[in-house]
């Protein structure tokens, strides 16, 4: 009582039960229907809700019997936050102090029986139902939290298989049948780069892609993990700061064209993600300016400053922000769309750069700046967390690739703002005011 469950449950609610249902079932869908058939799937469907459990309802046999095959997390939080919470309501049980922590203590060791995931807020309990470990240090854990029993495939690139790769395969041991590096950076995301892998992967349908690396490593080998043998299962385990935060989370996949970034891919939640903060001692300070600007974005966002946060605390806010959208809208049909906070403008001058010499962290510090200056708000901060320099592109062909981005999604350039009542998707404005902010940010 008071731990914050109905909270918890909100912040879930109209979640999509798919990924409830792979978390639960530790494989993808796919596999589901492959191994016990539709009509199992549609049992575990129907199964399937979110539910904020009464405290007293795991003193029930049948309760604890009906959690034995349910993702149980136990929102574990201490008697006196709780008491705070609860005193002074007419909550029946929550009159008298004593009996209050008594009960307190009696129902602890049922929680612990029947819980699966321990949750110390609602973030933890939201990290949990879309299957991210968050532990500092886990990396040296990962054959413990390898989902299935199958063969696993580790794929990286050249760079973190050099300095965490043998960690990684000493972690996984006598499971780990085959080892596989994608070329650095974008170059991971061809179709010869995937291609090849597909050809050199040996894995059977009950096998698991384990993707270590940053967000090339970890759309292109998630990407062949949903492609491969119709679907397999995959682990990512993100190591850099834009991964952790943001690529590896939400279950897109994919690759480019050399018509444009992510023109080919899929949406593939993993059986489970990793995330280890320590990863990220080994960062170069440039990657990091990468990361930080989607932190700033998502803090920006919840309305809450997620960059002055330590590291762990920094990441797990931030991917626990972006897990909550995204359990709701897995698809981006609604409101997963405000996670493109600046990324209109940063997408118009990384096209009029040619995307040479601007890297997107560069650009998303400056979309942020036009967004903030279009929703009326200070831009000290961004200035002051990210220090933008003016992109040094031409304006009439930022100008027409912000025009390309308004025809592809039919007539006018939709803009993610901050309202008075949080984040506005969808927002239209005149565009001599939208152009004159893009100038702005233009040397
Ligand atoms: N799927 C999504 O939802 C999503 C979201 C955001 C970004 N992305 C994609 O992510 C990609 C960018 O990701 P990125 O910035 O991580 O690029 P990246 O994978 O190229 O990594 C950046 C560099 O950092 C190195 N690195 C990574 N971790 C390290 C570590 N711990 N120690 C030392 N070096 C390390 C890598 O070797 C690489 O050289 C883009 O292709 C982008 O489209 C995808
Ligand atoms: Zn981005």
Redesign the pocket.
Known sequence: MGAGKSTAARELGGTDADHLIESAAGKPIAEIFREEGEAAFRALEEQTIVLALGGGAVASPAVRDALADTLTIWLDVDVDTCWERVRGSDRPLAQDETAFRRLYEERRALYAGVADVVAKDVHDVVLAAAGVHVERGALRRLGELLPGDGAVALVS?P??AG??GMDAQLALGSRLTETHELP???EA?TPAAVDRLWQELRLDRSGTIVAL?????T?AAGFVAATYLRGIAWMPVP??L??QV??AI?G???IDLPQG??LVGAFHWPARTVVDSA??E???DL?RL?GLAEVVKAGLLAGEPFWELPDDELVRRSLAFKAAICLRDPHERGERAILNLGHTFAHALEAAAGYEGLT?GRAVALGLLAALRLSGRDTQLVEDVLRPERARVDRERAWQAMRRDKKARGGEIRLVLLGPDGPQYGVVLPEADVRRELDRLIA
Request: aromatic share 0%; hydrophobic share 25%.
């Open positions: 690139d760079q973190v300095i965490h650095p950076g974008e995301k690396g940053g967000g090339c490593t759309d190591t850099s834009v991964a943001d690529a939400g897109k996949t994919g970034k992510n990863l990220l080994t960062l170069p990657q990468e997107h």
